[in-house]
């Protein structure tokens, strides 16, 4: 018993007991809440959270942290919305220029990182000023996307047992799918960890450390460029204020889902839970209609404070210098 | 390295102000509206200093302001708003050094909860509506003026040099930088590290409260939704500008006052020049790779490895001036 509960594994056991806790309770609280279609809903409406915290899994799981995704997914929608609007390019090479951005962004921010020895705070921080200023030098306004293929794609509904699911959806899962294969089937996953768990016996290990922080960022920034996408099948406009503060969701999402801050341990699949807390807390609030939408955010900082708590309390010391 | 800094910002400094001359607003005008970000990077300072961050100043900022603007409106005089508010900005203060110093959460995740909820309860206290103010006496601390100065600068100057008198006249500062440099060494050197750094999160969370007031003051209503609004980010920048490194150890009162000075200079130029508002995002995140790289310990040997393998290359031109 003692055992169990000092595994580490312990705080995402309990982050999924707890999400089939407020389930359970949504159900028998308001009629219609354990609807197949409800749950699939979930998915869907979080689609783009849940791609933005697979990068971040793998980010923080390095010992880092990515500030700069939520700006990032903006910058995307909005780039990807004028070139389909203004400049008339065609859906696939919009898509291939987006996605490359991303990655290519997120490996700049990896470069600074890694080689001027700069906080990843900070730089993601400033990466996060630049790529929102960046979408308001491409427009101040919200672009509307009327692209036919854009438009194709928000309204398909692929059916499944129970309902339907959007692509965005499934390809938020086969993103969590790579994701974890990358972070515990490849050898880039092991550096990760390794590097996440002490940076400095990963480097006498002989373990790639340069290249796994760019690519660890890259991959984060092309996650970021793909949620933008998903984001702008989902709200079919480009715009430098969409997804606001959707960073420390993703992050939130991350912890909540079992990964520790300070890397090197936590499990990717973890962000499905994390985002799935978040996304039946908003639920059940829509639910229940009589709450404010800044219960949301209450009772969303409660349920990190007890998460952290429980982390902390629960768990095994961090580091003996903690 | 102080050197580095003051050239760093010292240049900056004079060069906007001469460029001053050609703008509308006077100078006293930048410094009237920097008086919040000096206020919140002074408290920020001392967080960093511990090797800490607080993200959860621009949530203090909206709890303050919608305090102060409720029980002003509620008919109570300014002292007990003014006292009330300050003294919910010193709780939320409390439970930041709780979270830290005590439960020894990560301090961004420990403030990211106050970040997220914070808000939260400040759009609860005004029920989601923007209060506004009709009291005249309390429009005195963000717009009224004393000997010819706004008295929001003459507040600024008040706390800092008090701040400054106490770290130098008082172990206080040595104290508070031993902590950032090496906490494990300073606790085991006999210090009282969980006090000191529980003190750093209450006068951080104090000046943000000020901040807020001061903020509210001036625009002569509380909008819980958007006082305050990435302040924290601003005031980290100012931190860091003013050469202060995140990894804790090392701090420059004047250094951060200086650095929200260039902040606000620069979103004040940006502004008069008649520029997009939203691009001097895109300038800040510039001057922070810009001042980060410079800062960076590894740019010495980067460059002088880079002058060896230009130089055995580079021949003097015959007959050319040496």
């Known amino acids: 018993m003692n055992r169990w509960l000092h595994h580490p594994a312990f705080s995402a056991q309990v982050t999924v007991a707890l999400l089939l806790l407020l389930l359970i309770a949504g159900g028998i609280r308001y009629p219609g809440f354990a609807a197949p279609q409800v749950m699939l809903n979930l998915l869907i409406d979080n689609a783009y959270l849940l791609v933005l915290a697979v990068g971040m899994s793998l980010v923080i799981l390095s010992g880092g942290i990515d500030l700069s995704v939520g700006a990032v997914l903006a910058l995307s929608t909005t780039v990807a919305a004028w070139l389909l609007q203004q400049a008339q390019w065609s859906a696939p090479a919009v898509m291939v220029v987006v996605l490359a951005g991303g990655a290519l962004f997120g490996m700049l921010q990896g470069a600074l990182i890694h080689f001027f020895r700069l906080q990843p705070f900070i730089v993601t921080l400033a990466g996060m000023f630049l790529a929102r200023g960046l979408c308001y030098v491409i427009s101040v306004d919200s672009i509307t996307i009327s692209e036919a293929s854009f438009v194709e794609i928000s309204q398909t509904q692929w059916s499944v047992p129970g309902g339907f699911v959007s692509p965005s959806a499934v390809i938020a899962v086969v993103v969590l799918g790579v994701g974890i294969w990358l972070a515990h089937r490849s050898p880039f996953g092991r550096a990760v960890y390794a590097l996440g768990g002490n940076e400095q016996s990963a480097l006498m290990m002989g373990l790639p450390v340069g290249r796994t922080k760019l690519l660890v960022y890259g991959f984060s920034g092309f996650c970021a460029a793909l949620a933008g996408l998903l984001f702008g099948f989902y709200m079919l406009s480009g715009y430098g204020l969409h997804a606001q503060g959707a960073e420390l969701d993703a992050i939130a999402a991350v912890v909540i889902g079992g990964t520790m801050l300070s890397g090197g341990y936590g499990y990717v699949a973890g962000a499905l839970s994390g985002v799935l807390v978040l996304g039946v807390i908003q639920t059940l609030i829509a639910f229940d209609g009589t709450l404010s939408s800044w219960w949301t955010k209450i009772v969303i900082g409660a349920l990190l404070f007890l998460f952290c708590v429980v982390q902390r309390l629960l768990s095994r010391p961090v580091s003996p210098t903690a | ?322």
């Open chain 2, 1 to 322: 390295m102080l050197l580095i800094v003051d050239a760093i910002c010292l240049p900056g400094f004079w060069h906007l102000e001469i460029k001053d001359g050609h703008l509308y607003g006077p100078l006293i005008d930048i410094l009237n509206r920097a008086a919040p970000l000096m206020l919140a990077s002074l408290g920020m300072s001392l967080v960093i200093a511990t090797r800490g961050i607080d993200v959860s100043v621009g949530a203090v900022v909206a709890i303050a302001a919608t305090v102060a603007a409720m029980l002003v409106n509620a008919g109570q005089p300014m002292t007990v708003a003014y006292a009330a508010a300050l003294g919910a900005a010193l709780l939320c203060g409390a439970w930041n050094g709780v979270l830290v110093a005590g439960l020894k959460l990560q301090p961004i995740i420990a403030t990211l909860i106050l970040m997220v909820a914070g808000r939260g309860l400040a759009q609860l206290l005004a029920d989601g509506q923007i209060l506004t103010v009709y009291q005249p006496s309390f429009f005195v601390l963000g717009g009224g003026y004393w000997l010819g100065l706004p008295i929001s600068l003459w507040v600024v100057a008040a706390v800092a040099v008090t701040t400054t008198t106490l770290l130098r006249k008082t172990a206080l500062g040595l104290f508070v930088q031993a902590v950032g440099l090496n906490p494990v060494a300073s606790r085991l050197a006999g210090l009282r590290t969980g006090t000191l750094i529980f003190g750093t999160y209450v006068f951080a969370a104090t000046c943000a409260g000020l901040a807020g007031l001061m903020i509210a003051s001036n625009i002569k209503s509380a909008d819980a939704n958007n006082a305050g609004l990435l302040l924290e980010l601003d005031a980290i920048l100012a931190v860091t500008l003013g050469g202060a490194s995140l990894a804790g150890g090392k701090y420059h009162l004047a250094g951060s006052l200086v650095g929200a000075l260039i902040i606000q200079t620069l979103t004040t130029t940006i502004y008069s020049l008649g520029v997009p508002p939203e691009i001097n995002m895109v300038v800040k995140a510039m001057v922070v790779f810009l001042l980060c790289i410079l800062q960076s310990s590894e740019l010495q040997p980067m460059a002088r490895r880079a002058l060896q393998a230009i130089r055995p290359t580079k021949r003097p031109p015959p007959g050319g001036p040496r």
